[in-house]
């Protein structure tokens, strides 16, 4: 959600046969055409180009984060910066570059020795494994361990909370309970995978899905050994296929990554692992973070949605800070969704009288401006991804100004011509989007909607609107949230959210519990669609049906400014995270 990993999509990057087909457009702010050439103390070099190349190893590097992880379960993690630094301890199939630039979003192989063998009706994919390759503990990495990973997926009564693509391109009949209630012996009876031998494991999809190697690049499509599983206390104690392994874990406080020697790095052509330690500090206090970003005793803040009010104020000022500052696009839209099954946002009228009444320029300011903080949201599509169109402002958000007349005569439509009371639901650790839910709150009560905020614990977001049982309970009418694209496509970024076949009970994302079977039609059409052009108009059509149900109210299409401290290495924007590739790191001045 506010950090689905999810990866951010660049426009017209698909994956319809080979692995590494891609493309990228975008606008006058889109990271295309990236360098390895040195770039150092140049505001946004990381953007573009690698700040400090080097190859040189040890030292201790200093991440920090204004939360803990959702789960460092792989197949529950479900933050972006999450699966950023899952790349450090679970290897795929597939993985994404370790490049800047738009070779970045090409997919390689990993833990496969190759590409895939696809049938000639694109729905049988057969992957070889390296050889070499070992879990932490020394014991070989083997498909029946890949294959068990993926059955995880599949039990979201024990392990919910993250992507569960899998399940319907695997299992649509939702046959298959997971390993947890497997009755094969060797608890791998899921029978659309199959692995005739250890270094052989073959996927038979349901149906045509051109995007699924992006799929496979999820961490939740990594190898668990079954003998090490626990279950919901999984991500306490992964196992690692990567460079590092995790040695202690404080929930809420502390992890600390060290070297995994049995890892091979002739076997990984994507990891730096340059490091010999890694540490994350957890904190709540946002400004105190920034501060040890700026005074150096903090390398980088994981979350990567931007410092805040006062440290950005001091970098944009000082050409020093600034010369070690970034703004990338992330590729998320921060937004309010509506729920229509809590009074009255079951109407449709009540939805658009709070898009109405909103102050589009007041809530790009509560996330930082226009600088800072993104361009004035108008629809639900982020600008760099394919079928995306900007311009497309079904209601006039990109004036900047409320509409407060439209606004009473939708709440006169829906019967609350005085207006209502409502709950806006917000996460208690993300300043920003505290500062959104105040502003959001501020326009609604001119038209006479009285909406009382709720604070949560943001690492509970699976269980707290991520389960629409309790938002019903509670009564959340609106929720602050944020989202970027599970792979890089129309799909990969809108699926989740709009598609009624992805409402869960822990860990939702489909927040306004949209069920229509138009919308989940145009998404099958897509997935079998290898024509760009055609696939862009599908994603065109879904966000047209999406807003003219007025069930998402965006922010902005989203920047961050993010301070790294100058002693790091390799530093670069990732365009699949729209964040710095964590395991490309290294420091100097050991």
């Not at 190859?55 to 920090?64: D, N, Q, R």
């Not at 790349?87 to 590409?115: I, M, N, W």
């Not at 060290?258 to 500090?281: E, F, H």
């Amino acid at each position: 959600m506010a950090s689905k990993a999810r990866v951010v999509a660049v426009a017209g990057l698909t994956v319809a046969v080979g692995l590494t087909t891609a493309a990228c457009g975008g606008g006058s702010d889109s990271k295309n055409g990236g360098t390895s050439s040195t770039a150092k103390g140049t505001y946004n070099a990381a953007t573009t180009s690698v700040v400090n190349p080097s190859t040189a190893k040890g030292g201790t590097l200093e991440l920090w984060s204004a939360q803990d992880a959702d789960s460092w379960d792989p197949v529950r993690g479900y933050y972006a910066f999450v699966w950023d630094l899952n790349r450090l301890y679970t290897r795929k199939l597939v993985d994404y570059s370790g490049a800047v630039g738009k070779d970045g979003l090409k997919l390689q192989p990993d833990l496969a020795s190759a590409e895939p063998e696809i049938s000639a009706d694109k729905k049988t994919y057969t992957f070889k494994l390296k050889p070499g390759i070992k879990f932490d503990d020394g014991t070989p990495i083997t498909s029946k361990d890949i294959k068990y990973g993926v059955e995880r997926v599949f039990a979201q009564d024990v392990v919910p909370g993250g992507p569960v693509y899998l399940i319907d391109l695997l299992d649509p009949k939702h046959e298959y309970k997971g390993p947890y209630k497997d009755t094969d012996p060797n608890k791998l009876g899921l029978k659309a995978v199959e692995t005739p031998d250890d270094s052989t494991i073959v996927f038979h999809l349901a149906k045509q899905f051109a995007d699924f190697p992006y799929i496979l690049a999820m961490p939740g499509s990594g190898p668990v050994p079954q003998k090490r599983d626990t279950g919901a206390q999984y991500g306490k104690k992964p196992a690692s296929s990567g460079p590092y392994m995790i040695q202690s874990y404080d929930p809420g406080k502390s992890v600390k990554w060290v070297r995994n020697p049995n890892w091979d790095q002739s076997t990984d052509t994507i990891r730096k692992a340059l490091p010999d330690a890694i540490n994350l500090t957890i904190t709540t206090n946002a400004d105190d973070l920034d501060s040890r970003l700026i005074a150096g005793t903090a390398d980088l803040d994981v979350g990567q949605t931007g410092v805040q009010a006062a440290a950005r104020a001091k970098i944009l000022q000082d050409p020093n800070l600034r010369a070690n500052a970034d703004t990338p696009i992330t590729g998320f839209i921060r937004y309010a969704a509506m729920s229509q099954k809590v009074a009255p946002f079951d109407n449709v009228e009540c939805r658009k009288a709070v898009m109405y009444a909103s102050d589009p320029t007041a809530l790009q300011a509560a996330r930082g401006g226009p600088v800072a903080g993104g361009d004035i949201g108008t629809n639900m599509l982020p600008p760099n991804i394919g079928g995306a169109d900007p311009s497309y402002d079904p209601y006039g958000r990109a004036q900047g100004k409320p509409q407060p007349d439209k606004a009473k005569a939708a709440l006169q439509a829906c019967g609350k011509p005085n207006g209502f009371d409502t709950v806006i639901a917000v996460r208690n650790n993300k300043p920003a989007e505290i500062k959104t839910a105040e502003a959001l709150q501020a326009s609604l009560k001119t038209v006479g909607i009285n909406a009382k905020i709720d604070q949560y614990d943001g690492a509970q977001i699976a269980s707290v609107v991520g389960s629409p049982d309790n938002v019903h309970k509670k009564g959340y009418g609106i929720m602050i949230a944020g989202w970027g694209a599970d792979w890089p496509s129309g799909t990969g970024y809108l699926q989740a959210l709009v598609d009624g076949r992805f409402i869960l009970p822990n860990g939702n994302f489909n927040l306004p519990e949209i069920n229509d079977p138009a919308i989940n039609g145009l998404f099958d059409q897509a997935a079998a669609e290898t024509d760009l052009t055609k696939a862009y108009g599908l994603y065109s059509q879904i966000n047209t049906k999406v807003m003219e149900g007025a069930y998402y109210l965006p922010f902005v299409f989203d920047k961050a400014l993010n301070y790294r401290n100058p002693r790091l290495t390799n530093v670069y924007i990732h365009d699949a995270f729209g964040m710095v590739d964590f395991q490309a790191l290294g420091v100097s001045g050991k």
